[in-house]
């Protein structure tokens, strides 16, 4: 019998949407939201109480089979049976990050889970193997800039993920920069939205023109579908974005970081369409307020959250705004700690 507590933080995308699974950049931080889970490894069965959504799950492990009720359990079953997990768990699962809003709830449930049933392995193992059991968990397709963010996470730091060769760069946060997130109002899933669609024609892109982050926009021209033509345009363009929000980060400029988050918006509204007039509209307010430096919309779209980068004190009460809204802190990594063994 073993007791331990799990954390793995969620994280919100500062720059670089939509880059990942077409070999990108993105330039995330983990923060000081996530998801925690206490508990005892023993038995045969994971037995977990949701703290959010007041119900439980009871399993036999060995599991086969990942499609159960209620649907956040379908992680913690997609997670055993991606790492053969033998040995079961009895615990409480307690999260402070809005579901389904794009602050990787579901990467930091994974990978909290993971390390709660004793997965031993690197932080990109771990990142896989989230990765892994969300696609079985909910079938979506997703890159890696969730998972290797919360596996990743440092305090103090921004992360610049390098998805061609799987390589994170810690990126110091200028400490006069400080960042928000609003929440939209607006609920979305990943497996309901036009994901997959788009993760498709950014594929359909590169078979045609290769590479995209190595593309000018005037590449762009050799693809004659009209609408993979902008998904792609909002890759390449993104990725070169997220090389100049690294220097603006790196040379403390926040005025430039935040104008590069306004263009970012703007490309994910027009070229990827992944925005709608709520959000745009919560965009656009959060700009009007003196000291605001930029805000986007974070994480896949079709709804949940926005950022803003900001002086200090610019946003008093990000809460105010919506109902719904956090000064986030860049955090550190998924960790579990032994409590008694
Ligand atoms: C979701 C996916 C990520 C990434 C973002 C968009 O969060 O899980 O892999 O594609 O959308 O940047």
């Known amino acids: 019998m073993t007791r331990v507590r799990a954390h793995a933080p969620g994280r919100v995308n500062l720059i670089g949407d939509h880059t990942d699974y ?3 950049l993105a330039l995330p931080m983990a923060i000081d939201l996530g998801t925690s889970i206490i508990g005892t490894r023993e038995g045969d069965r994971l037995r977990l109480h949701s703290e959010q959504f007041d119900t439980d799950t009871d399993l036999r492990v060995p599991l086969q089979d990942a499609r159960i009720q209620p649907d956040w359990a379908r992680y913690i079953a997609a997670v055993a049976v991606e790492m053969n997990c033998t040995t079961g768990f009895s615990g409480l699962i307690d999260s402070t990050l809005p579901i389904g809003a794009g602050l990787s ?3 930091s ?3 909290a889970t993971a390390l709660a049933l004793g997965f031993e392995g690197t932080p990109l193992e771990l990142a896989l193997l989230g990765q892994r059991s969300e696609f079985t968990a909910v079938g979506v397709p997703c890159g890696l800039l969730d998972q290797l963010s919360s596996a990743f996470g440092s305090e103090g730091h921004a992360l610049m993920i390098d998805f061609a060769s799987i390589t994170v760069e810690q990126i110091p946060l200028p400490p006069e920069l400080e960042i928000i997130v ?3 109002g607006v609920e979305r899933t990943l497996a309901g939205s036009a994901y997959a669609e788009r993760r498709a024609a950014c594929e359909t892109a ?9 593309c000018s926009t005037d590449d762009l021209a050799a693809i004659t579908d009209p609408v993979v033509r902008r998904r792609a345009r909002h890759v390449v363009t993104e990725c070169q974005r997220v090389t100049e929000a690294r220097s603006a980060l ?9 104008e590069l988050m306004n263009a970012s918006h ?4 027009d070229d990827f369409e992944v925005s709608m007039p709520v959000v745009d509209a919560l965009v656009e307010r959060l700009r009007a307020v003196p000291g605001v430096h930029g805000a986007r919309i974070t994480g896949a779209g079709f709804g949940g959250c926005v950022v803003a980068a900001c002086e200090p004190g610019a946003i008093a009460d990000p809460a105010a705004i919506t109902g719904r809204g956090w000064r986030v802190r860049a955090s550190g990594p998924a960790r579990v700690e032994l409590l008694e063994s």
């Open 22 to 24: 077409a070999g990108g």
């Open 105 to 107: 709830s579901s990467a």
């Open 109 to 111: 449930l994974e990978l």
């Open 182 to 184: 609003v929440h939209s």
């Open 206 to 214: 590169i078979s045609i023109v290769g590479e995209l982050r190595s």
């Open 250 to 258: 790196l040379g403390g400029d926040g005025i430039h970081f935040g």
């Open 266 to 269: 703007r490309s994910l509204r």
